[in-house]
């Protein structure tokens, strides 16, 4: 059990109970704006567990980039969107959708891993199956020395959201929480 970040697979946003309300009421709200609809671009699936505290990577958002955290969201889009939106619908933790792009997401999660000096060349960049998480919780880790080492919890988010951004934008398929 816990919370997962997760790619969306095409037959969950055309079928699925939560998903399919989502996909409607995106495209009313994107006709509202004079926007195209959503077009899904199935791609390679991304699955990580949200199993370590946030507080330090909650609290590195909020001064580095104040109103601007890549953890206020419930859907991430492929798509540029000049700011968040509220859907009326329910997702998977909330009683409403916060929808966000994914172009924003990454610049913030960009930031917040210079700040750590996150080693991405040696972080798994393609997340199929827990990848990030067994690798944070390796030797690996101890590998690659530096200031990211001296919280593992918050360099983990960094990480994540990073990763889950470039996912989004490099496959062309939302990303939510279940």
Known sequence: MGIYLVSTDPDDWA????LRPTALALDAELARRGLAPFAFSPGRGFEE???????????LADA???GQSPLEWDLLLPVDLPEPFVLPVSSSYSDTTTV??????LATARTLAEALALPLAHIPA???NLD???WFDSPAV??????????LDTAFYAALYLRAAEHALREGCPMHYC
């Open 15 to 18: 079928d699925d109970e939560v």
């Open 49 to 59: 567990k949200l199993y370590r505290p946030l507080a330090g990577y909650d609290r």
């Open 64 to 66: 580095l980039t104040p």
């Open 100 to 105: 966000r792009g994914a172009g924003q997401v």
């Open 126 to 128: 393609d997340c199929g």
């Open 132 to 134: 990030l998480c067994a």
């Open 142 to 151: 101890s590998a690659h020395p530096g200031p990211w080492q001296d919280d």
